[in-house]
């Protein structure tokens, strides 16, 4: 059972546009929910995290909206880049492990 | 500071064999988790270690096992290999597992089960 569900799956941006990316979850146990940004032939790497106690976070050109009664919480990249170009995850944390959604594919367009 | 090392980068493996997969943390860092990717199951939790104690397991049969030794590094083996464990196995490592202390993930070892 796929706990945490990620759409889109791909996605293509024009360079200077919005990447958004949305995430829900079912486990209401899941007590923090960070993003994680994959490039080919490495490891995911942490982009920015959220605590279900706070409903927007902010760092840089990427925002966290977190619903807390909707169970959902999306990822923001305002001013998309080509270096932006990559495979993001989002994720639920809860007793030491990382549930992940199934990926996003972004492209960024120059 | 050096980075979450996992050796080997690449492995290819026979069905029915066994392997070991070796994971290095970052200094300092007492908990590690694997994870393994997969195109169509995406990244699933294997297992967590904290200072040698196993805190969690996910939903993988029994043929995959680990362990962690008294200077964080960690092993996973998986035994009577099949070809649907051929995967991209990522190891992580924080502090001490907290939720909210930032997961370093090595680049991987990419599995092929031939």
């Known amino acids: 059972q796929q706990q945490v569900k990620q759409s889109p799956q791909s996605l293509i941006v024009q360079k200077g546009g919005i990447s958004i990316i949305n995430c829900a979850y079912e486990?209401?146990?899941?007590?923090?929910f960070p993003w994680y940004q994959q490039f080919p032939g490495k490891g995911p790497a942490l982009l920015i995290a959220?605590?279900?106690?706070?409903s927007e976070k902010k760092e840089g050109r990427f925002t966290i909206s977190f619903n807390k009664s909707a169970k959902q919480f999306s990822l923001h990249i305002m001013d998309s880049q080509p270096g932006d170009s990559a495979t993001y995850f989002c994720?639920?944390?809860?007793?030491?492990?990382?549930?992940f959604g199934g990926g996003t594919r972004l492209m960024v367009k120059p | 500071k050096a980075g979450v090392t996992q050796t080997p980068r690449y492995l290819i493996k026979t069905r029915g064999q066994q392997v070991t997969l070796s994971c290095s943390p970052i200094?300092?860092?007492?908990?590690v988790s694997w994870y393994q990717q997969t195109p169509g199951q995406g990244l699933q939790f294997l297992f967590e270690?904290?200072?040698?104690?196993?805190?969690n397991k996910g939903n993988f049969p029994g043929r995959f096992s680990g362990r962690q030794f008294s200077n964080s590094r960690s092993e996973m083996n998986v035994s009577t290999l099949e070809l649907g464990d051929s995967a991209l196995y990522l190891c992580?490592?924080?502090?001490?597992?907290?939720?909210?202390?930032?997961?370093?993930f090595g680049s991987g070892t990419q599995l092929s089960v031939l």
């Open positions: 486990n209401t146990a899941f007590d923090y």
């Open positions: 959220i605590r279900p106690d706070v």
């Open positions: 270690y904290f200072s040698e104690t196993q805190r």
């Open positions: 992580a490592s924080s502090t001490t597992g907290a939720i909210n202390e930032k997961l370093f």
């Open positions: 994720a639920a944390s809860m007793m030491y492990m990382l549930t």
């Open positions: 200094s300092g860092h007492r908990s």
